[in-house]
Structures are given as structure tokens and as C-alpha cells.
């Protein structure tokens, strides 16, 4: 994920003053959405909202109101030459120095985000599981990397959820509704129990499973016999079939992540300069 609760409880627990800047308004195109914030200190940061030179005029006046003392301030910018940027859009920016109260509110709101962010399950640890795991790590999701093999999952050093499963196909059937899945196992016919039991589930928002167009045919042909004739029109396989000749595991792993990442926010709008998310995107 974007960042942890682990870490904002270290920047958040520091005694020095923080400024909290938050998006509170937005007119037309604009890097984020109103109610983006991001946290400054006089030598530390935290989130983003949006960088460019909105945000280093931000963070300027942050770290002023931090040396002056002042409590509270307001920006109204357009984003166009003035500042030197081309959005088209404006926004307004409230400012505010954090007391403790503001501090503790800071940290429920991360870790209520946190619990509602979409899951990607990445079920096999091998290279390019690993080369998946170390993506999504950065990405505003809870990446789960599972394995039955603890060896593989200890070459891992991504940030993110590892669980060794003899029984691998148990954590398909405890996901919450509009998860990831993205099947690559060291055996082609775990593979294809893995990917069987994630397209029997009804509401993921991905399923992919590495292979080729044989393999596929394959799986088709094994649903038809053991599946009821169980469709595979959702999957997708090959993952990451960009046309790119690159089979490296870094390759790969980009290319499956943005499949990945298009269809956990394929349910996101924009609705009067602000982002709305369907509830299939959020763990329930």
C-alpha cells in the first residue's frame, strides 16, 4: 500500500508542530480530489496532494505558519500560468496547525482507509509473484502474497501481507467482495484450481492467471469436466499481454499490476471535481 499505519504512527507521534493542509475545494481539472490532505512539518512531510508547484506553494506556507506561529490560513490558486502549471482547474487549500485531538484524527482516518482499501491476493511467491508484491506495495491497496512454499516467501522483502497456506484456495473463499486475483503458482494444476475457485466467487474484479493461449484453452477444457461449465470469459490470461517481447519478472510485473489497478478503479468518476468510488471497491 501508499503507506502504512506503522508509519504514520511514527510521524504522527513526533512532539514536533505539524501543519495539516487539506483540499477543501476544487474547480475543473486539478492533480487530486477535494478532501485530499497531506501533513508538513519544518523538515518532514507526509502524503501528497498532488506535488508540482501547488505543492511546494503549500508546503512554503506550512512551514512559514510554522515558524511564525500562525494558527490557521487559506490558498485559493488557480492552476494555470500564474503558478506555473497547466491544469486548468483551481482549488482551494485550508491550512491548519495539528494539536493532539487533530493528531489522533489524522490516524483514525488512516487506519479507517486502510481497512476499506480494495484486496489483490497474489497467489505464488516465485519471481514474478515477488516482482508483483514489490509493485503494489506503493499502490493504494492491501497486496496479500500467498504461498505454501515457505522459502519463496521469505526471498520477499515487499511491504506487504505474506501468508504461508497449505491450502492456498482457503483464501479465496474468505476475500471480500471485489478483490484481485492474481494466479501464478509453481504447478499448473493448482493454477487452475485456483483460478476456477476465484471465477466461481462471482463479484472479483480480476482474475488473471499466467500462461499463454494454450493454457488457457486448457483451463477451459478442465472447467468444462470438473467446473459444471464453469465460464472463463473473466479471466485474464495471458496477464500483462502488452505485445511487449519482455518476459522479465520487473516487466511482467508492471504490466500486470496497471491490469490489476484498471479494474479495481474502473468503478472511480469524477463527479463535480471531487472522485466517487463504487462500492464493489471497497472491501465490505
Known amino acids: 500500500m501508499s503507506f502504512s499505519v506503522h508509519q504514520a504512527e511514527t510521524f504522527f507521534g513526533a512532539s514536533k508542530p505539524l501543519i495539516r493542509i487539506e483540499l477543501t475545494r476544487v474547480w475543473g481539472s486539478s492533480p487530486r480530489e477535494a478532501g485530499t490532505e497531506m501533513f508538513v512539518g519544518l523538515e518532514t512531510l507526509f502524503g501528497t496532494i ?13 512551514r ?5 506561529g500562525t494558527l490557521a490560513s487559506q490558498l485559493d490558486l488557480p492552476l494555470g500560468p500564474e503558478i506555473g502549471q497547466c491544469c486548468g482547474g483551481r482549488v482551494e487549500l485550508q491550512l491548519t496547525r495539528m494539536r493532539r485531538a487533530d493528531r489522533q484524527d489524522a490516524l483514525y482516518r488512516l487506519r479507517c482507509e486502510e481497512k476499506t482499501l480494495p484486496h489483490v491476493y497474489v497467489l505464488g511467491a516465485g519471481h514474478v509473484g515477488r516482482a508483483i508484491a514489490n509493485v503494489l506495495q506503493h499502490a493504494p491497496v492491501n497486496c496479500i502474497l ?13 511491504e506487504v501481507d505474506m501468508r504461508l497456506r497449505a491450502i492456498p484456495e482457503v483464501e479465496i473463499y474468505n476475500a471480500p467482495e471485489g478483490s484481485a486475483f492474481v494466479v501464478l503458482t509453481h504447478d499448473h494444476g493448482l493454477d487452475f484450481l485456483l483460478t476456477s475457485a476465484a471465477l466461481e466467487l462471482g463479484h472479483a474484479a480480476y482474475v488473471g492467471m499466467i500462461g499463454s493461449a494454450t493454457k488457457r484453452a486448457k483451463l477451459r477444457s478442465w472447467c468444462d469436466s470438473h467446473c459444471n461449465g464453469l465460464s472463463i470469459d473473466q479471466l485474464t490470461c495471458p496477464i500483462g499481454a502488452t505485445g511487449s517481447p519482455d518476459k522479465r519478472p520487473e516487466i511482467i510485473a508492471a504490466f500486470v499490476a496497471s491490469e490489476v489497478l484498471t479494474a479495481l478503479t474502473a468503478g472511480v468518476r469524477a463527479v463535480g471535481g471531487r472522485e466517487e468510488t463504487a462500492p464493489l471497491q471497497a472491501a465490505q
Open 50 to 62: 498532488g506535488g508540482g508547484q501547488l505543492e511546494h506553494i503549500a508546503i512554503t506556507q506550512a
Open 64 to 68: 512559514t505558519m510554522l515558524v511564525e
Open 146 to 158: 500467498v504461498d505454501m512454499r515457505k522459502e519463496e516467501l521469505a526471498q520477499c522483502s515487499a
